[in-house]
């Protein structure tokens, strides 16, 4: 059943992404998923994976913003909450803050330091595209710092050549598209 979701969700991905050229600026090719997500059964397929990835997480993390969208989607169908990693300035103090750099610059991620108990807590971290690594790396790096196990990353495109997995930690990273 995980290959005939895999699958599933792949076919979908393949089908709805819609690809722009020197955007965001020069050189960088967007993989633009908004297609997918519209689609009812794309965007429960790419769900149906990704809750296949890390079935004892207790915690799903989605990556701004359309990790977001994912996120809620899986923590839904796993029965477990699911917090939102935002770009730096978007929560009110306390934060737990890390810096990356990407493949046209840097930012921040940030998660609340306090409200939500993560020490021990089992986290599926979810993001839309892996490319250079720096988003998903800083994401497992803020739920680590909160005490917290990252059990399982998961990406809805991953562009390879960028060598992003690198970058990740020592839990398992599944992508349903590799470029």
Request: glycine share 10%; proline share 6%.
């Amino acid at each position: 059943m995980v290959g005939e979701r895999a699958a599933r969700a792949e076919e979908a991905v393949q089908r709805l992404t819609r690809w722009h050229d020197d955007f965001p600026t020069p050189g960088v090719r967007f993989a633009d998923l908004t297609p997918v997500f519209a689609d009812p059964a794309g965007f429960r397929a790419v769900l149906d994976c990704f809750a296949t990835c890390a079935p004892d997480a207790d915690l799903v993390a989605g990556v701004d913003a359309r990790g977001f969208l994912l996120g809620a989607g899986v923590a839904a169908i796993l029965g477990t909450g699911v917090v939102a990693v935002r770009k730096a300035g978007k929560l009110p103090p306390p934060v737990i803050s890390r810096e990356y750099t990407l493949e046209y610059g840097s930012a921040a991620l940030e998660i609340p330091a306090d409200g939500i108990d993560l020490k021990g807590r089992k986290v599926l971290l979810l993001d839309d595209v892996l490319a250079t690594g720096g988003t998903l790396a800083a994401a497992a790096e803020l739920f680590i710092a909160a005490g917290a196990e990252v059990t399982a990353a998961a990406v809805v495109l991953e562009l390879g050549f960028l060598n992003g997995r690198e970058r990740q930690g020592d839990y398992p990273v599944t992508s349903i598209v590799k470029l």
